[in-house]
Nanobody, 124 residues
Framework: QVQLVESGGGLVQAGQSLRLSCAAS????????MGWFRQAPGKEREFVAG????????RYADSVNGRFTISRDNAKRTLYLQMNSLKPDDTAAYYC?????????????????WGQGTQVTVFS
């Protein structure tokens, strides 16, 4: 399985932006369907965004559609999440996840590789 390491989280005011990165180890990153998930205290892990192996197809949760953008650079083996117009409700630990040879899905259980998470806190 690919190893994943997130970075870029932080403490920001509502309305500001952050960009998360997820660095993958190993040469097989381009085989993975990739996703971003988040989990707030006391809540279940939820899908945020997903991207196909080539980067050509993306999907978003309704709560972030139009504000967040997922992208990937297979040459750099890196996944990104650009988060604009952040809201306090976006506060959570954010995780990147990979599904080798997998089709698009929003189910956390379908992803076999996970990073350790990076905290995003948005204050009003």
């Amino acid at each position: 399985q690919v190893q994943l390491v997130e970075s870029g989280g932080g403490l920001v005011q509502a309305g500001q932006s952050l960009r998360l990165s997820c660095a993958a180890s190993g040469p097989t990153f381009s085989r993975y369907y990739m996703g971003w998930f988040r989990q707030a205290p006391g809540k279940e892990r939820e899908f945020v965004a997903g991207i196909s192996q080539s980067g050509g197809i993306t999907r978003y949760a309704d709560s972030v559609n139009g504000r967040f953008t997922i992208s990937r650079d297979n040459a750099k083996r890196t996944l990104y999440l650009q988060m604009n117009s952040l809201k306090p409700d976006d506060t959570a630990a954010y995780y990147c996840a990979g599904r080798e040879w997998g089709a698009a899905t929003t189910a956390p259980a379908a992803f076999g590789s996970w990073g350790q998470g990076t905290q995003v806190t948005v204050f009003s």
